[in-house]
């Protein structure tokens, strides 16, 4: 059942201030939901341009400094409307001093939203050269073009033209790491970020 408010004007200011607190706290986080939710996606693709079955394979993409990865499934923020709620990321406001208050029940609280599945093939950290992502592509048909379930946000703070990242890509039983050096240019634009493709090397 409600209750009267038997807050006094101190806790009531004093529940306002850990409130605002809290919040402010959270403006990092609030701010990455934000450009997750409203920047262009793009996503991984390879390609295997040989006749050669490909088992376990795994492709890193390493970012240098300054520039963030976000990756769409590593966030709590689930709207239906799909619209971005920034009051959803935030603790819920002391009510107005007065106010009846509702006492807590157990079990209402909803349970809390984790990454999707996907987030176990598909990672994105931070390390000490910027940001890493890891893709376990798993087997690879020859000839067999694979597109990663998972999308993700390159950001920075500099008003860069392009970006310079560095890939990899192993395979078991392959004796041999391919890596290599591309020049991104730095657009706002949807779609396929970085392809790459295996020709037959003998």
């Known amino acids: 059942m409600a209750g009267l408010d038997r807050r006094s004007h101190d806790e009531f200011r004093a529940e306002v201030e850990e409130w605002q607190n809290r919040s402010k706290e959270l403006l990092d986080e609030v ?13 991984l693709i390879i390609r295997n341009e040989s006749d050669r079955y490909l ?37 819920d406001r002391p009510s107005k001093y007065g106010d009846l208050q509702l006492p807590d029940i157990p079990g209402l609280a909803g349970a809390p939203i984790g990454p999707s599945a996907g987030a176990a093939i598909f990672n994105v950290e931070e390390n000490s050269d910027g940001y890493l992502i890891t893709w376990h592509v798993g087997d690879l048909p020859g000839w067999y073009v694979e597109t990663s379930d998972e999308r993700f ?20 039983g392959v ?21 790459w ?6």
């Open 31 to 43: 701010v990455s939901e934000f450009l997750r939710h409203h920047l262009a996606r793009g996503c």
């Open 175 to 195: 004796h041999h790491v391919f890596r290599e050096e591309w020049r991104l240019p730095c657009e706002q634009a949807p779609g396929e970020y970085l392809t």
């Open 153 to 172: 946000a390159v950001i920075t703070d500099d008003h860069l033209e392009e970006i310079v990242v560095t890939w990899s890509v192993t395979a078991r």
């Open 197 to 202: 493709s295996r020709h037959s090397h003998g």
């Open 55 to 91: 088992e376990g394979v795994r492709v890193q993409v390493q970012f240098p400094p300054g520039v963030v990865v976000l990756m769409e499934s590593d966030t709590d923020h689930r709207d239906p409307s799909g619209e971005f709620s920034m009051l959803q990321l935030l603790p």
